[in-house]
C-alpha cells in the first residue's frame, strides 16, 4: 500500500508456522501497539532547534587544544624526535610514546597498532601518529605541531594489494596476510565446474570509500582526582574505547568512563578509530593536568581515519545451458593497509557472502586480507559484503546472458528459498524474502515513474541501459558472535518515577533512541513520552555490544523489549502485593519510586534456539537470519562527456517488520544513495600511500542533484525472534545498487564494466580501447 507518500510497503503475513520448536502465528496490530507509527524522533526537536550538543559544542573550563604530530612517509624507522630550539615551549605540552605509563597499544582484535610510534620504531603509514601537543589555543597548538621535527629511515613500501602478495617486501609475517578464510561445499569445484555447459570468469575491482559524515572525529578527557579518565566523544561504541583505554592506560574497569557525545553519523568510521582519538586526549590530558579536547578538520579526517577496504575478486561460475548454476569459484582480496583493525571481520563477512543468495551445490571460497603501507582500512556500512555483490552480481548477469535468460528469470531460477541450504551449510529455516523482493521489484518496474528523478542535460547524445541486482545481508554477528558478545540493555523506572532505557546501543543519525522508546513503550504499555533514553556511558549502562552489523534493533532492541515487559510484570506484582487499585503502569511506577526508589531489569540476548557455528570450519548458521533486497535502475550514459545519470531505481527491501516507517525507508535511501556515490563518484585517490584529495571538494558524494527520486518498497516477512519480527536494515541498502548501475552501464554501451567508481574517465578509458581494437 502507498503510506502516504513515504513510500511503499508490501506487508507479508506469515500465518502460523513452526519454528525451532516454537509455535509463531501472524503478528496482529494488537501485539504491535504503536510501532507502525512513524511518532517524532525523540532527539528530533533538540537537533533541529540546535540545542543538541556535539563534542565541539561542549564547554569544558581551561580546556587545552590537542594536535596530532604524523608521519610524512609511508614506511620508516623513526630514528629521533626533536623540538625546535627556535619555537617557545614554554606554554605547550609535548607527549610522545616515551610518556606512555602502560600499554603502548591501540587495543582492538590485537595489540599490533601503537597510540603513538615510539623512537626506533617502525613507522608503517602516511600520517601516523608520532607524537602529541597541547596548549591554550588552537592556533599555538597548530604551530607547535609544525616545531616538532622527525628523523627518519626510509623504507621500502606496499601500497597495492598485487605487492602485497608478490611479498617482496614483508610487512606481515613470510605472506603479509592478515588472516585467511576458506569455505568449501559439495565435491570437487574444479571437476563441477569442468562439468558445466559455460564457464564465466572475471575479475572485479573495487575502489577505497570514505565515510565522510557530517561531523568529523572529535573527542574530550578530563582526569579526576580519583585517577579516573573521562571521555566524551562523537563515537559508535563506547565500549569498545573503554576496552582499548583500560589496556593502554592499565586501569581499573571503573577508572575509564565513556560517554558519546550526540553525534553527526558514523557508517562505521566512528567504530574503532574513536578509540585511537581518546588515547591522545587522554594521555595530553594526563601530561597537562588539564581537560583536553581534539576534534579533526576535514583534511587530517580523510588523511587519517580508516575507510572502506579496496578489494579485487576473482569469480568463476559455472551454469548449465537451463540456467542451473553449477559451481562456484571465488578468490577474495582485501587491503588491510598498515594494520589489522577490524580486517578480519570485514574479510569474514565478505567472503561469508561471496556466494550470495543463491543455491549452488559446490563451493569454493577463499580470502586474504593482505598488509600494505596504506593508512588502515577498517569498517564501513555494508562491512565487506558490498566487495563481494559487486562481483557476484557482475557474474550473475553475464551468466544469465550467455544462457539466453532475463535477468529476473535466471536470479528466480536459482535464488535460495525456504528451506535451502546455504554454502556454509545453513539450512534457512524462516524469514526468507528472496522471491518477495523479486517480485515487488517486477511488479514496481510496470509502475510510472515518480517526477522529479535526474535527468541528463536535454541536449545530450546519450544510450541508456536498465540493470538489476539481488543479494541478501546476515543480520547481527557472525555465527557464535552474539554469545560471546552477551548484549546486555536495562529498562528502569528512575528515582522519579520515570522509565529509563539504559543501553550503549548509540544514535548515530539512525534512530535507535527513537526505536528503543517505542519499543520500551509498547512493551510496558506506556505513553512514548513516559519513556526517557539515557546518553549512552559506560558509567551508567551495561555493554549492549557495538554498534554496527544490522543488530541494534533486532538484536539489542528484543533485549530492550523484554526488559521492558518484565519491569512490567515486577510493576503490577508490586500493585498486587501493595493492594493498589491501579493498572496505569505509568501511575505504578511514581507509586514504587515514591516508596522504593529505583527498580531495574536488565536483559542479556542469548542467540535463538538451535543456531550452530563452528569457527573453525567456517560451516553452521553464519547469521541468525538475512534481510533480502533487489535492487533495479535505469541510467542514461553521456556520449560525449561519459557521465552516468541514473534516471531511476526501485529498491525493494525485506525488513522483517518496519517498526517506525519512516525511519525504516530512510536508512534504505540514505544507504542507497551512498550506494550510488561509491558506484559512480566516491573515488579515494592515494599518492605514494597518502590521500590526495582530502576535501569535499574533490573527495565528492552525491548531493540531491545527483540522486534520483527513491522508489523504495518495504516488503516484510517476519523474523520470529526480532522484536515484533524486525530485523536488520542498517547495512543491506549498501550492497547492491552498485552492482545494479555497472549492470546498467553494460547494458548501455554493449560491453562489460568490472569496478567502481565508475568515473567518466573511467568508461571512457574502455570505450576507447574497445574501439581501438
Not at 625546535?84 to 615551549?89: K, M, T
Not at 576458506?182 to 570468469?201: F, T
Not at 536459482?414 to 521489484?441: H, I, P, W
Not at 552489523?549 to 530492550?560: C, D, E, F, L, Q
Amino acid at each position: 500500500m502507498d503510506f502516504g507518500g513515504f513510500g511503499q510497503f508490501m506487508s507479508v503475513q506469515v500465518p502460523e508456522f513452526v519454528a525451532d520448536g516454537v509455535r509463531w502465528a501472524a503478528m496482529t496490530n494488537s501485539t504491535i501497539r504503536d510501532l507502525d507509527k512513524a511518532v517524532p524522533r525523540v532527539d528530533g526537536a533538540d537537533k533541529v532547534t540546535g540545542k543538541a550538543l556535539y563534542v565541539d559544542d561542549l564547554k569544558v573550563d581551561g580546556a587545552l587544544y590537542g594536535r596530532t604530530v604524523r608521519s610524512h612517509v609511508p614506511h620508516a624507522k623513526l630514528k629521533r624526535i626533536s623540538l625546535d630550539p627556535d619555537f617557545d615551549w614554554s606554554d605547550v605540552v609535548v607527549v610522545t610514546a616515551d610518556d606512555i605509563t602502560g600499554k603502548n597499544v591501540v587495543l582492538l582484535i590485537e595489540e599490533d597498532q601503537p597510540a603513538l610510534v615510539p623512537e626506533g620504531g617502525i613507522i608503517r603509514h602516511v600520517d601516523e601518529p608520532v607524537a602529541l601537543v597541547a596548549a591554550s589555543d588552537p592556533r599555538r597548538a597548530q604551530a607547535a605541531m609544525e616545531h616538532v621535527r622527525l628523523e627518519v629511515e626510509e623504507l621500502p613500501a606496499v601500497f597495492t594489494i598485487e605487492e602485497s602478495v608478490a611479498k617482496k617486501v614483508l610487512l606481515r609475517g613470510d605472506d603479509n596476510v592478515y588472516k585467511r578464510f576458506e569455505i568449501l561445499r559439495g565435491d570437487d569445484v574444479e571437476q563441477a565446474l569442468a562439468s558445466a555447459d559455460y564457464v564465466i570468469e572475471g575479475t572485479y575491482r573495487t575502489g577505497a570509500q570514505e565515510q565522510m559524515y557530517i561531523e568529523p572525529q572529535g573527542m574530550i578527557a578530563e582526569w579526576t582526582d580519583a585517577g579516573a579518565v573521562r571521555l566524551v566523544g562523537s563515537l559508535q561504541c563506547p565500549y569498545y574505547v573503554h576496552k582499548a583505554m583500560r589496556e593502554l592506560l592499565q586501569l581499573d574497569e571503573d577508572k575509564v568512563i565513556v560517554t558519546q557525545a550526540v553525534t553527526g553519523g558514523g557508517f562505521g568510521g566512528k567504530e574503532e578509530y574513536p578509540s585511537m582519538l581518546a588515547a591522545h586526549v587522554a594521555l595530553l590530558a594526563k601530561k597537562a593536568k588539564r581537560p583536553v579536547r581534539m576534534v579533526y578538520d576535514r583534511v587530517e579526517d580523510v588523511r587519517a581515519t580508516t575507510k572502506r577496504h579496496p578489494a579485487p575478486t576473482r569469480h568463476r561460475i559455472g551454469v548449465n545451458k537451463d540456467g542451473t548454476i553449477v559451481a562456484v569459484d571465488v578468490d577474495v582480496l582485501i587491503d588491510g593497509g598498515a594494520y589489522l583493525t577490524l580486517s578480519p571481520v570485514v574479510l569474514s563477512r565478505g567472503v561469508l557472502h561471496s556466494v550470495g543468495p543463491y543455491n549452488v551445490p559446490h563451493v569454493r571460497v577463499v580470502g586474504r586480507a593482505m598488509a600494505t603501507n596504506l593508512p588502515p582500512h577498517g569498517a564501513f556500512r555494508g562491512f565487506g559484503a558490498p566487495q563481494t555483490t559487486f562481483a557476484y552480481e557482475r557474474q550473475i548477469e553475464k551468466a544469465a546472458q550467455r544462457v539466453g535468460m532475463s535477468s529476473l528469470e535466471f536470479r528466480r531460477k536459482n535464488m535460495l528459498r525456504e528451506g535451502d541450504v546455504t554454502c556454509t551449510g545453513q539450512t534457512l529455516k524462516y524469514s526468507v524474502g528472496s522471491a518477495q523482493v523479486l517480485d515487488a521489484v517486477e511488479q514496481q518496474i510496470g509502475q510510472a515513474p515518480p517526477k522529479g528523478s535526474a535527468a541528463p542535460p536535454q541536449f545530450a547524445s546519450v544510450k541508456r541501459g536498465k540493470g538489476l541486482a539481488f543479494y541478501y545481508h546476515g543480520a547481527g554477528f557472525t555465527g557464535s558472535g552474539e554469545d560471546r558478545l552477551k548484549g546486555r540493555a536495562s529498562v528502569a523506572v528512575n528515582a522519579g518515577g520515570k522509565f529509563e532505557v539504559r543501553s550503549t546501543s548509540t544514535d548515530i543519525g539512525q534512530g535507535t533512541f527513537t526505536i528503543f522508546a517505542q519499543l520500551a513503550s509498547a512493551a510496558l504499555d506506556v505513553d512514548i513520552k513516559d519513556v526517557e533514553m539515557i546518553q549512552p556511558s559506560t558509567e551508567k549502562a551495561p555493554d549492549s555490544g557495538p554498534t554496527v552489523a544490522s543488530r541494534t534493533t533486532m538484536v539489542v532492541g528484543s533485549v530492550v523489549q523484554k526488559a521492558g515487559a518484565q519491569l512490567k510484570q515486577r510493576l503490577l506484582a508490586f500493585a498486587e502485593e501493595s493492594g493498589v487499585q491501579s493498572g496505569d503502569v505509568a501511575e505504578l511506577a511514581k507509586r514504587y519510586a515514591e516508596k522504593h526508589g529505583e527498580l531495574e531489569e536488565t536483559v542479556t540476548y542469548h542467540s535463538p534456539p538451535g543456531v550452530k557455528w563452528d569457527d573453525a570450519t567456517y560451516r553452521g548458521d553464519a547469521y541468525p537470519c538475512y534481510g533480502w533486497a533487489a535492487c533495479y535502475v535505469e541510467v542514461a550514459v553521456d556520449d560525449d562527456t561519459h557521465e552516468v545519470t541514473v534516471e531511476r531505481c526501485i529498491h525493494a527491501v525485506d525488513v522483517g517488520h518496519a517498526i517506525h516507517p519512516v525511519l525504516v525507508k530512510g536508512q534504505i535511501e540514505g544507504g542507497t544513495l551512498q550506494a550510488l556515490g561509491w558506484a559512480l563518484w566516491e573515488s579515494v585517490v592515494y599518492r605514494n600511500g597518502r590521500v590526495a584529495n582530502p576535501t569535499m571538494t574533490d573527495c565528492i558524494i552525491p548531493t540531491s542533484i545527483e540522486a534520483p527520486e527513491m522508489e523504495t518498497l518495504v516488503v516484510e516477512v517476519p523474523y520470529p525472534h526480532g522484536p515484533h519480527g524486525a530485523k536488520g536494515v542498517g547495512e543491506i541498502p549498501m550492497d547492491g545498487p552498485a552492482a545494479a548501475v555497472a549492470n546498467a552501464v553494460a547494458d548501455a554501451l554493449g560491453q562489460p564494466f568490472d569496478e567502481v567508481p565508475l568515473l567518466p574517465e573511467v568508461i571512457c578509458r574502455q570505450v576507447s580501447a574497445t574501439a581501438a581494437e
